[in-house]
């Protein structure tokens, strides 16, 4: 069984910046794609970013890329997502998940993904 604990969220203002932390246990970490999602109000859960096995190579949603930076250390069993220039259309609940099934494939669908966190609230204020 694999626990995953995401930290960092918080209250930021437009332009600001935040770093989100994930923090797996149980399981082989470094043969988890893992990935980060998340979920508005009144909207359906979205796929963020997504980091293969050895952090070498990464995918984002076109909404967060070149603001938002998705990375690992699997040594530490944590991944990160450092979201900088920060909108009021982020404010959402960000959660990380770990795909477990399908090699070291960097899947955009949350069905494919086994494990979630709780997640961790990110607000944006304009």
């Known amino acids: 069984q694999v626990q995953l604990v995401e930290s960092g969220g918080g209250l930021v203002q437009a332009g600001g910046s935040l770093r989100l932390s994930c923090a797996a246990s149980?399981?082989?970490?470094?043969?988890?794609?893992m990935g980060w999602f998340r979920q508005a109000p009144g909207k359906e859960r979205e796929f963020v970013a997504v980091?293969?096995?050895?952090?070498?190579?990464?995918d984002y949603a076109d909404s967060v890329k070149g603001r938002f930076t998705v990375s690992r250390d699997n040594y530490k069993n944590m991944v990160y997502l450092h979201m900088n220039a920060l909108k009021p259309e982020d404010t959402a609940l960000y959660y990380c998940?770990?795909?477990?099934?399908?090699?070291?494939?960097?899947?955009?669908?949350?069905?494919?993904?086994?494990?979630w966190g709780q997640g961790t609230q990110v607000t944006v204020s304009s």
């Open positions: 149980g399981g082989t970490f470094s043969t988890y794609v």
């Open positions: 980091v293969d096995w050895f952090g070498g190579n990464t």
């Open positions: 998940a770990a795909l477990i099934r399908f090699g070291n494939y960097m899947s955009h669908d949350e069905k494919q993904y086994t494990y």
